[in-house]
T-cell receptor, first 114, second 112 residues
Framework: SQTIHQWPATLVQPVGSPLSLECTVEGTSNPNLYWYRQAAGRGLQLLFYSVGIGQISSEVPQNLSASRPQDRQFILSSKKLLLSDSGFYLC?????????????FGPGTRLTVL | GENVEQHPSTLSVQEGDSAVIKCTYSDSASNYFPWYKQELGKGPQLIIDIRSNVGEKKDQRIAVTLNKTAKHFSLHITETQPEDSAVYFCAAPNTGFQKLVFGTGTRLLVSP
């Protein structure tokens, strides 16, 4: 069966520090991968998605970036965090790029920027 | 692009009652509508979905109905239990860009 992992589970970082969040998927090949952010009490905002290694699409302008160095690894990064980057970051995967394909979410990373 | 509206934002019911959450969408080409349940501090989990070739789908106490003409779909939970308390999200595809657009969520509280 397929599983998705995210780490760390929680993170507290000072403003201006770098960020690296990691997501890995097991049990499937060439998944479609997504990064979402959820602000407190809010819905899900799509940040990035990837249909393959090295292929990243950005949804919103921000100081975040994403990379996919391996087939089942998706990384969210920042060079300098802002207070507004605080939130719950979720990675998700789907079998294909088809939007009608179910997306499965990971456990999330709670990021607090102080 | 797709616009998804979800109501209500909060819903309180007594255990055993039914709960209904409604979503509307704007893209008439949308053909897939999932519902997710998110418990506190966890990632959303798919609980049920429906595709545009059917009008209703049931899974035990959970059902989803779809009205393509009116462009709305609803989640129905019968015989609610305290463990149903969570935030529920609907979603619809932005077919032009191959991504899901999520509603803003409904916080359901089931009181014993």
């Amino acid at each position: 069966s397929q599983t998705i992992h995210q780490w760390p589970a929680t993170l507290v970082q000072p403003v201006g520090s770098p960020l690296s969040l990691e997501c890995t998927v097991e049990g499937t090949s060439n998944p479609n991968l997504y990064w979402y952010r959820q602000a407190a009490g809010r819905g899900l905002q799509l940040l990035f998605y990837s249909v393959g290694i090295g292929q990243i699409s950005s949804e919103v302008p921000q100081n975040l970036s994403a990379s996919r160095p391996q087939d089942r690894q998706f990384i969210l990064s920042s060079k300098k965090l802002l207070l507004s980057d605080s939130g719950f970051y979720l990675c998700a995967w789907s079998v294909t790029h088809l939007v009608k394909d179910t997306q499965y979410f990971g456990p999330g990373t709670r990021l607090t920027v102080l | 692009g797709e616009n998804v509206e979800q109501h209500p934002s909060t819903l309180s019911v007594q255990e055993g009652d039914s709960a209904v959450i409604k979503c509307t969408y704007s893209d008439s080409a949308s053909n897939y509508f999932p519902w997710y349940k998110q418990e506190l501090g966890k990632g959303p989990q798919l609980i049920i979905d429906i595709r545009s070739n059917v009008g209703e789908k049931k899974d035990q106490r959970i059902a989803v109905t779809l009205n393509k003409t009116a462009k709305h779909f609803s989640l129905h939970i019968t015989e609610t239990q305290p463990e149903d308390s969570a935030v529920y999200f609907c979603a619809a595809p932005n077919t032009g860009f191959q991504k899901l657009v999520f509603g803003t969520g409904t916080r359901l509280l089931v009181s014993p």
